[in-house]
């Protein structure tokens, strides 16, 4: 069964950082590019970030490029989003997904990003 | 990058039929093959419905079609049932390399 666990959120104050983790499970990770996708509270769906499937190639929305860095470890079986600079805008739920062959058939829960002072 | 452009919200009633519009650009919806459609319940994680522009993945009902026509991806649901009420999402590849979402649709099942 594929699972996707997000862990590593929670309050953080304006200009700070954070480091989410996707854990994969039940699927060959290294095989699918994977994403970023964030809701804010009573919002909708942004895609954030992408990243291939060896880490050689990322792409990231407007809004967070120069502040957020993706990342993946194969060995470990896990997707990393690098938060930096960050500002209330960046308050959402952080989903990681699977990308097979341009769809995102698989999601995980969602990890709360909480920045305030 | 500007976000799909959909209605916020459309209803139908129990058996209807209802069509969901998600209006791009030329370099996004009018550009690409690689039109998705989510559906997300309250508190849930989305669940992708539709993919390459009117593929179903195995599993989902075909009371769920997607067609496109220009800059203008439709997501349309036939039968419509008390399970259907949710909020949806368009996506589409951009044709820079990354991705874009609609402001999403809430449809209210009557």
């Known amino acids: 069964e594929v699972q996707l666990v997000e862990s590593g959120g929670g309050l953080v104050q304006p200009g700070g950082s954070l480091r989410l983790s996707c854990a994969a499970s039940?699927?060959?990770?290294?095989?699918?590019?994977m994403h970023w996708v964030r809701q804010a509270p009573g919002k909708g769906l942004v895609w954030v970030s992408i990243?291939?499937?060896?880490?050689?190639?990322?792409r990231y929305a407007d809004s967070v490029k120069g502040r957020f860095a993706i990342s993946r470890d194969n060995a470990k079986n896990t997707l990393y989003l690098q938060m930096d600079s960050v500002s209330a805008e960046d308050t959402a739920l952080y989903y990681c997904?699977?990308?097979?062959?341009?769809?995102?058939?698989?999601w995980g829960q969602g990890i709360l990003v909480t920045v305030s002072s | 990058q500007s976000a799909l452009t959909q209605p916020a919200s459309v209803s139908g009633s129990l058996g209807q039929s209802i069509t969901i519009s998600c209006t791009g650009t030329?370099?996004?919806?009018?550009?690409?093959?690689?039109v998705s459609w989510y559906q997300q319940h309250p508190g849930k994680a989305p669940k992708l419905m539709i993919y390459?522009?009117?593929k179903r993945p195995s599993g989902i009902s075909s009371r769920f079609s997607g067609s496109k026509s220009g800059n203008t991806a439709s997501l349309s649901i036939s039968g419509l049932q008390a399970e259907d009420e949710a909020d949806y999402y368009c996506?589409?590849?951009?044709?820079?390399?990354?991705?874009?979402f609609g402001g999403g649709t809430k449809l209210t099942v009557l």
């Open positions: 390459d522009v009117n």
């Open positions: 030329s370099s996004d919806v009018g550009d690409s093959n690689y």
């Open positions: 997904a699977r990308d097979t062959n341009r769809k995102k058939d698989y």
């Open positions: 990243i291939n499937t060896d880490g050689s190639v990322t």
């Open positions: 996506c589409s590849y951009v044709n820079t390399g990354s991705w874009v």
């Open positions: 039940g699927f060959t990770f290294s095989n699918y590019w």
